[in-house]
């Protein structure tokens, strides 16, 4: 049984085009982020929500929009894709009850990999 | 600005030796350490992690240590396996709440038998 999952897996679409990725978890897990990788295979984080509410939110453009129904779910919305947009996007999770406050064990996501044409 | 840095991309072992991953970090508000093992096509998975209180933290085969004057840690796999072939991600966080993990480029470790 998955821990965190995400779809799809893979993603080929064409520039200006919008697309979303979903992600779940299901550690009961209070935070959840979204991490790029690009082509120089930095893991770059995007996002990051914990018990729904946005925390982080690192210098991405404005096309890049997560949305977090619930504990559980974050998903990622990209409009009018460009071509620097293609890279690996890893959803994940962690939690922080009963956890020092700079400990971070991150769950991650078997990756989304975006490729604009 | 990288925050984490792993200067070698790539590492190559024999079976049996040992393989040491070397990290170094910019910022002393950092609070923990933690390596992440990466295998093609697959999210990156924990392996190990220290806080900035120790020196040294060992778990069976892998062991981190961390020279916080040099603002360094090094990952030691003893003794090295094919199957520890994989990325290995430096990562590190402070305690200041709404801080993420923050990630190195990554090394990749490969063990010939």
């Known amino acids: 049984d998955t821990a965190v999952s995400q779809t799809p897996k893979y993603l080929v679409t064409q520039m200006g085009n919008d697309k979303s990725i979903k992600c779940e978890q299901n550690l009961g897990h209070d935070t959840m982020y979204w991490y790029k990788q690009d082509s120089k295979k930095f893991l770059k984080i995007m996002f990051s929500y914990n018990n729904k509410e946005l925390i982080i939110n690192e210098t991405v453009p404005n096309r890049f929009s997560p949305k977090s129904p619930d504990k559980a779910h974050l998903n990622l919305h990209i409009n009018s894709l460009e071509l620097g947009d293609s890279a690996v996007y890893f959803c994940a999770s962690s939690s922080h009850r009963g956890k020092a406050p700079g400990f971070r064990e991150l769950f991650f996501g078997e990756g989304s990999r975006l490729t604009v044409l | 600005d990288q925050q984490v840095k792993q200067n070698s991309p790539s590492l190559s072992v024999q079976e049996g030796r040992i393989s040491i991953l070397n990290c170094d970090y910019t910022?002393?508000?950092?609070?923990?350490f933690l390596w992440y093992k990466k295998y093609p096509a697959e999210g990156p998975t924990f392996l190990i992690s220290?806080?900035?209180?120790?020196d040294k933290n060992e778990d069976g085969r892998f062991t981190v240590f961390l020279n916080k004057s040099a603002k360094h840690l090094s990952l030691h796999i003893v003794p090295s396996q094919p199957g520890d072939s994989a990325v290995y991600f430096c990562?590190?966080?402070?305690?200041?709440?709404?801080?993420?993990?923050?990630f190195g480029k990554g090394t990749t470790l490969s063990v010939s038998s």
């Open positions: 910022n002393s508000m950092f609070d923990y």
């Open positions: 990562a590190a966080s402070g305690n200041q709440a709404g801080t993420a993990l923050i």
């Open positions: 220290i806080s900035s209180i120790k």
